[in-house]
């Protein structure tokens, strides 16, 4: 076969728009991390990182968190923050636009309240955009025998996409959160999910990650219960 200009374009346009991972989510082996909900990205007007779409989202996000607790699914949290004086933070950022406003973080970073962060839960101070970069996390996660990680939070191209695409390198199944992640120009969501789904990840929305975690949501069940009735007529 003579595999021409068209055909490989147009194979990879459908991996781009509809590709999808062919691996299942397994609650016993997966970890929901949640990346960098903290003040300056989504407590609104807070610093001029902030995130609206991540604000907007927060409340889907905080769904799926307590669906995944219901699951015995561990959460991990992390924060993007000022570690070691800055001085384990790769030097070439001080050069790119992104950290050119001059704001700096009035005390250290902390999840915005209204994301319910427990102190039971395990939370990662980070010094670049990758989780794993110079962290704990692929210890952790290899400690809680997990070989899964759903991916959520801000920056949808920046932090998130870094920490699909280091837990893909480092053997992780990844799932990534079509939904349950943002970023500041929201135009840019699609092609990173596009990315993401050919080579990375598993890019499903909050809904049908949470129906393959398969624990019901409490506050769902009585409407359930009510359809199920429905359908059955009166006995």
Wanted: aromatic letters at 10%.
């Amino acid at each position: 076969m003579i595999y021409t200009e068209e055909w490989v374009t147009v194979r990879a346009r459908a991996a781009y728009d509809q590709g999808r991972a062919s691996f299942t989510i397994r609650p016993e082996r997966s970890a929901l991390l949640v990346i960098d909900m903290q003040d300056e990205f989504v407590r609104p007007g807070w610093s001029p990182y902030w995130v609206p779409a991540a604000t907007r989202m927060a409340p889907r996000l905080r769904r799926l968190i307590e669906r995944c607790r219901n699951a015995d699914i561990p959460v991990i949290w992390t924060i993007f923050d000022d570690t070691h004086l800055g001085l384990d933070r790769p030097h070439a950022l001080r050069y790119l636009p992104h950290g050119d406003t001059g704001w700096r973080r009035p005390a250290p970073a902390e999840v915005w309240e209204q994301m319910g962060y427990r102190e039971d839960e395990v939370l990662i101070r980070k010094p670049s955009y990758g989780a794993f970069y110079d962290t704990p996390l692929d210890t952790i996660l290899r400690n809680l025998g997990r070989d899964t990680v759903i991916v959520t939070g801000t920056l949808t191209n920046y932090c998130c996409g870094t920490t699909a695409r280091q837990a893909y390198e480092r053997g992780y199944r990844v799932v990534f959160g079509a939904d349950v992640t943002a970023t500041d120009d929201e135009s840019r969501q699609e092609p990173e999910l596009a990315m993401l789904r050919k080579g990375f990840a598993l890019v499903l929305p909050a809904e049908e990650i949470a129906d393959q975690v398969s624990v019901p949501d409490p506050a769902s069940a009585p409407r359930d219960l009510e359809a199920t009735a429905a359908k059955r007529g009166p006995s």
